[in-house]
């Protein structure tokens, strides 16, 4: 959308001064009154934002009440998604054509841009191929291990020793704000990296008093980053749709405080939609109610995304499992009976179970080498974090040269060049680089 905060309509009383070089001779020290939003103003946003959805809503669409930024048409045999972030819209549907005439509406009512196939969104880069859709932030990542000066770093293969926990211990770091912009970047990546989750929550949370050691894994981090830099988030169609929820907490688990650490990966179908790592809020007296928490952390989750589905009208084929290691965990859900030593977790308790005894969702037991979410909770061994990482959908691109390409043309170079060996490609003229990517032309003109 082109100037997207110039077509909000303003529903206040705004007043401006003349603007330089426009001032009416006439009346000099009169102002103007603002009927539409202007770059600057606290009410554009929300203006902006009203100003479209009402034309969504005259058009046939309906707001998500799960999500705002979500609007959905559907009609007997049709449907259409529209997923608004600021000025930048993702549209999807059932019917291309049905989609090219509301586009037609949209371009007659606001100015705007289209892009065609989803490729690139809020540094996200989307990759469809005949198996699937492969997500990753290549540019932004390279971006960023550019800035810090470890592109040429040597790679490591986890992020965190086994069983670390970091704590307020140590020299401070130098330049706080250096340590804040890392780790603000190490979160954005998150968005497609489950396994980084665990080691960014764990750094984030000494953001007031980072240390040389705090420091020393956010390094180690960026050089894992590195070492995956190819790695993408792969969706592929799946044969169920169903909602399977993995719960896990490690008990007191911050040294400093006590308090344990909550973890979750739901998947839908065999694709994961949402992951989470997070510090318990309160410190829990026993390992059972510290998993009791976490469960009810998921349960909420997997609630939400249930409401989201509904606005989607998809009907799932089962109901949501959830599936946790801890016996009495799960017991003090199906148990009738409260317990005296749960009235600390009450209202959590009878939340869950309530869900549960309605039919909305059902529990069960996994083994704990199976529990994927100990990578949320914990710094597994390598075998085991390179386990879990497949797990959760998380690979590396692969170069097909028979046809199908995982990367787009730029990136697939970058790809070709990165895995020369160094001492080769120093040797490496300009006219064979030139030979190599018409190379790849030609592969995706094939």
């Known amino acids: ?68 930024s ?21 549209i999807t549907g059932s019917n291309m054509a049905l989609i090219d005439t509301f586009i037609r509406k949209l371009r007659h009512e606001f100015s705007m841009k289209d892009l065609d196939t989803l490729n690139y969104f809020l540094g996200l880069e989307v990759t469809h191929s005949a198996t699937g ?44 704000t250096t340590y804040r912009s890392l780790v603000g970047a190490l979160q954005y990546l998150t968005i497609i990296r489950p396994v980084i989750t665990h080691a960014v929550n764990s750094i984030s949370q000494f953001m007031h008093v980072p240390s040389e050691h705090h420091f020393q894994v956010v390094k180690k981090s960026l050089r894992y980053v590195k070492g995956t830099l190819h790695f993408t988030l792969k969706i592929t169609p799946s044969t169920t749709f169903s909602i399977s929820a993995f719960s896990d907490a490690d008990w007191a688990c911050c040294l400093d405080t006590s308090r344990s650490a909550s973890g979750y990966a739901i998947f839908l179908g065999d694709n994961v939609v949402s992951w989470t790592s997070k510090k318990q809020f309160t410190v829990s007296c026993s390992s059972v109610k510290s998993e009791y928490k976490a469960i009810t952390l998921t349960v909420v989750e997997v609630k939400w995304l249930l409401n989201i589905l509904q606005d989607l009208h998809f009907q799932l084929s089962d109901k949501p499992t959830l599936l946790c290691d801890n016996a009495n965990a799960i017991f003090m859900v199906c148990n009738p009976v409260a317990q005296k030593r749960s009235r600390y977790i009450n209202i959590d308790i009878h939340f869950v179970r309530e869900l549960v005894c309605n039919g909305v969702l059902k529990i069960q037991h996994v083994l704990s080498n199976l529990q994927i979410t100990d990578i949320f909770t914990k710094s597994p061994s390598k075998s085991l974090f390179i386990l879990f990482r497949s797990k959760l959908c998380v690979f590396p691109t692969t170069l097909d040269l028979r046809g199908v390409l995982d990367l787009t043309q730029t990136h697939l170079l970058q790809t070709i060049q990165e895995r020369i060996n160094p001492n080769i490609k120093e040797k490496i003229m300009p006219l064979q680089l030139i030979a190599l990517q018409l190379i790849v032309q030609c592969l995706f003109r094939n």
């Open 133 to 176: 859709i492969f997500l990753s932030q290549l540019k932004y990542t390279r971006d960023l291990l550019l800035q810090v000066d470890l592109l040429d770093s040597k790679p490591v293969g986890t992020l965190m020793i086994v069983s670390q926990h970091l704590t307020t211990d140590g020299n401070p770091f130098h330049s706080p």
């Open 70 to 90: 979500l609007f959905v048409y559907s009609s007997a045999h049709e449907i259409i998604y529209l997923l608004l972030y600021v000025d930048d819209i993702i």
């Open 1 to 68: 959308m082109k100037n997207a905060f110039l077509h909000g309509l303003l529903q206040e009383h705004v007043y401006m001064e003349q603007p330089l070089g426009y001032v009416d001779s006439s009346h000099p020290t009169h102002v103007c009154r603002l009927k539409k939003a202007i770059y600057g103003l606290k009410q554009e946003p929300r203006a902006w934002f009203h100003r479209f959805s009402h034309f969504l809503l005259t058009v046939g669409f309906n707001s998500s009440l799960a999500d705002s």
